[in-house]
């Protein structure tokens, strides 16, 4: 009897051990996803790519080399955070399969399968954002910083 009693002890820490992993995952898959939306909203409420081609044409007129080095400063800002959110949403990914993997309770089952598809779409929007900033780095125009022939 003491050995039944025992064995199902340790069962049961060993599961409030693993719903540990379930919450840490879906904590940090849900921080991950807001993050992302968050910095996909401001690089296309900040970053447009309609200035790229007005200031290529000219048409916007004369730009100061102070703000052109606060763009470029906001646009790393935000590219970076999109870098951020990769191992984020990366380490979600995995602690959930962790979950899942070694054991879930019913309860923590479903905590822990809803931590894999947030933290999914979390390192699907990072990726796509990544891959966005590294084309637009890429593109950048170049505004010099003092006036040419003057």
């Not at 820490?13 to 379930?22: E, M």
């Not at 910095?39 to 447009?48: E, N």
């Not at 048409?59 to 763009?71: E, F, K, R, T």
């Amino acid at each position: 009897m003491a050995d039944t009693e025992t064995a199902d002890d340790a069962r049961d820490t060993r599961a409030v051990g693993y719903d540990r992993l379930a919450i840490a995952s879906i904590t940090l898959s849900v921080v991950g996803l807001v993050l992302a939306v968050a910095t996909w909203a401001a690089w296309l409420l900040l970053i447009r790519p309609t200035p790229l081609r007005i200031y290529r044409t000219g048409l916007a007129g004369p730009v100061s080399p102070y703000m052109d080095i606060v763009g470029r400063t906001v646009t790393y800002v935000i590219g970076s955070l999109w870098f951020a959110v990769l191992p984020v949403s990366v380490l979600s990914v995995v602690l959930a399969w962790l979950e899942l993997r070694l054991g879930p309770r019913p309860e923590s089952e479903a905590v822990a399968r809803a931590a894999v598809v947030a933290g999914a779409v979390a390192l699907l929007l990072a990726l796509a954002g990544a891959i966005v900033f590294s084309i637009r780095m890429g593109q950048a125009p170049v505004i010099p910083l003092q006036n040419e022939g003057a």
